[in-house]
């Protein structure tokens, strides 16, 4: 008789929320509240916009809760704020969703959250983050075992960050997401940073970088057609991991996890030999920190990549760790899996292992985040 084959019920290390209207207006601290980020109707589009202060443009809902949609279907704007996906502010009806995805659980990022990240005024971010981590413990408090949060925290201070980080532990939430650039004079490789990084350790608060959180397209400006842009999207997450790995801050901290979250990871092997090939070449004329390990160990132990349908991820994986990728459905934005994810997942691990499957579907990011 063949052995049963285990029916894997993932665990969906990236997924959203959308910010429903009364998010920071009602949970943001009172001398904001003029301030805070909301919902106007845009007559001219026949649609709903967030306008965010410092933001040049009002942000439209379509391409936020796009899941589902066929793809000549999806417009930049003219959505209203009731006809998208009720799971994304609704926890009940968020239940259902997972459900229909074939879901077990996933891991909370905001959408409007992100972009905020990439704000100059680090007192109104502040503010706008400690309102969202407000109204998003009491969204995953309504289904601890199946909604994860993740809280924000806009960086003011190294001080005032490990602030947040036990803020944020005390809160319930499983890790941390940063901002792709802290709002200090040093940046994160910086040494002033490694009292942070060991209370994040202590702890036991992964960090996150998203997509999108850097500033524009990923911190650059895409050449030619707008869809262009699309390509530089990952390209702040890389810089990022760079950052951490040649700053020596996973050599100072070896224990500290960093999450890249939705950024793919079929890019990982090449950039791991492009970090190698620089350091043993390059790094006598063009510094770095003095590693006791190749770039390559740092990112294999320390670095976690979530993904949705990345196809090179998955044929990549026995030259990457398998225990650092973590499958994702991005629900409900316009790149989410759902409701096909079992069929993308059927289809694009079939040549895996039954431990590589289990791994990358729901072990490794039950491990990272001690859900069990």
Known sequence: MSEAVEVIRPISADSHIIEPPNCFIDYIDPAFRDRAPRLVEHPESGGHKYEIEGMPRPLALNTLAAAGKNPQDIKLEGERFESVHRGGWDPKARLADQDRDGVAGEFIYPTVGMLICNLKDADYKNACMHAYNRWLQEYVGAA??????LGQTAVRSVSEAIDDFRRIKEMGFKGVMMPGFPATEQDYHDPVFD???RAAVELDLPISFHILTT???GGWEARGPSLNGFQAIIRGCQDIIGMFIYGGVFERHPDLKLVCVEADAGWAPHYIYRMDHAYKRHRFWSKCAELSRLPSAFFHDNVYLTFQDDWSAFRAVDVLNPKRLMWANDFPHSDSTWPWSQ???????????PDQKASILRDNVSELYKLS
């Open 343 to 353: 069929n993308v997942i059927a289809e694009q691990t079939a040549k895996l292992t």
């Open 144 to 149: 601890p075992d199946r909604l994860f949060g």
């Open 215 to 217: 500033g524009g397209m």
């Open 195 to 197: 009292p942070l990084w």
